[in-house]
């Protein structure tokens, strides 16, 4: 959605200079229509660069590599997870048949590393927490990744609010000069 969103900016900015573009060309238009003097000055005066067509319609927009990397690492997890999720793969259940009473007095009648059931119950820990912490990092590096494309969004907005306040001041000046011929 995030990257949806930035070419939907990318997008809006593009517009906008290609309406400040065609706003100065205006301008220069109405420079010689309203004298003769102004269609010297444009005649002599270097005429604005042209903006070259996008191919394909509309520009790609890419996101920061940051988001790339944490999204792309993601998916290439993901079937790792869901084969080894605790909810999403098929759970044997013969190791959780002891009971606790049994578990007690297995701990009580032997010493941590020999009582195979409480060893095997740490593994089984142990492997939960593992994975919790590559979940826990997963989601933090698209967190860190969608903190950036926030932040350069952010970015982009400031510059295409700058943008649009100068475009509205420029036309509200044209729209007084058509308004004057």
């Known amino acids: 959605e995030l990257v949806r969103q930035g070419e939907a900016l ?3 900015e593009q517009m906008v200079d290609k309406m400040d573009q065609d706003l100065k060309t205006s301008q220069r238009h109405i420079n010689s229509i309203k004298s003769v003097w102004g269609g010297l000055v444009n005649y002599f005066k270097a005429k604005p660069p042209e903006s070259k067509p996008e191919q394909n319609g509309t520009p790609e927009y890419y996101a ?3 988001l790339k990397e944490a999204m792309m690492s993601s998916k290439e997890q993901e079937s790792k997870y869901q084969e080894s999720h605790p909810n ?11 009971s606790k009473a049994e578990l007690v007095s ?10 195979q059931h409480l060893r095997a119950y740490h593994q089984k820990i142990d492997n939960n927490l593992d994975e919790m912490s590559s ?6 590096n698209l967190a860190l990744g969608l903190q950036t ?6 970015d982009m907005l400031d510059r295409l609010t700058k943008k649009v ?3 509205d001041v420029n036309i ?6 058509v308004r004057q011929l």
């Not at 297995?106 to 009582?115: F, L, M």
């Not at 979940?135 to 933090?140: E, N, P």
């Not at 509200?172 to 000069?177: G, L, Y």
């Open 149 to 154: 494309e926030i932040d350069e969004q952010d």
């Open 135 to 140: 979940g826990l990092s997963r989601l933090k």
């Open 172 to 177: 509200k000046s044209t729209d007084k000069k």
């Open 165 to 167: 306040e100068t475009l």
């Open 88 to 98: 999403l793969r098929k759970l044997d259940n013969s190791d959780n048949d002891f």
């Open 106 to 115: 297995s701990v009580q009648r032997d010493s941590y590393p020999k009582n």
């Open 10 to 12: 990318k997008r809006t």
């Open 64 to 66: 920061n590599s940051r």
